[in-house]
């Protein structure tokens, strides 16, 4: 085949073609690092961490409980008065995945703010040293929560839906 002057080379074409299927293939394959997702991997949450923005304000704990189970807890108080909450969360094993499973309450714990019978439900999709990605289930679905070591300490990504609406929160913590 012969070039047109002025038009790329086929060969050019066909070697920039096989090289763009190539990048998305190696872009659709597991991260280097990235493996399944366990508790035991997940064990480096584990510990108290305080809002660098906040320190007196907001406070997240996990333990590694017994019968294979991360619990955690946290609270935040934003400056400026507003109200509180607190939140109970759990990573727990669920068929051959982890699951995340989280309930915000008001500061007096009389009512949560989801339903009763529906906590906020998220799935490990993505695990690797120093990261948990954890996406939404059911009406949770296209959230997003992630958990990131780094220099810092812990950064915590919410990328939420609020009546249709995205909304993105970051929280860096420290451990305590």
């Not at 990261?131 to 289930?137: D, K, Q, R, S, Y």
Request: hydrophobic share 45%; aromatic share 8%; with cysteine.
């Amino acid at each position: 085949m012969q070039a047109v002057p002025g038009s790329p080379d086929p060969r050019r074409r066909a070697t920039a073609a096989r090289a763009l299927v190539i990048g998305v293939m190696l872009g659709a394959a597991p991260l280097a690092g990235a493996g399944p997702c366990t508790l035991k991997g997940l064990s480096w949450l584990a510990g108290t961490w305080h809002d660098a923005a906040n320190p007196a304000g907001a406070e997240e704990r996990w333990a590694v409980a017994p019968g294979g189970v991360l619990m955690g807890s946290s609270w935040d108080f934003p400056p400026g008065g507003k109200a509180g909450y607190a939140e109970v969360m759990t990573i727990r094993p669920e068929g051959d995945a982890l699951q995340l499973v989280l309930r915000h309450f008001d500061v007096g714990l009389r009512g949560a703010w989801e339903d009763r019978d529906a906590p906020m439900l998220f799935l490990a999709t993505r695990c690797e040293a120093g990261l948990a990605l954890f996406e939404g289930l059911g009406p949770r679905a296209g959230e997003r929560l992630t958990y990131e070591r780094n220099a810092q300490g812990l950064k915590i990504t919410g990328d939420f839906l609020h009546d249709g609406r995205p909304s993105h929160v970051e929280w860096q913590m420290v451990r305590s």
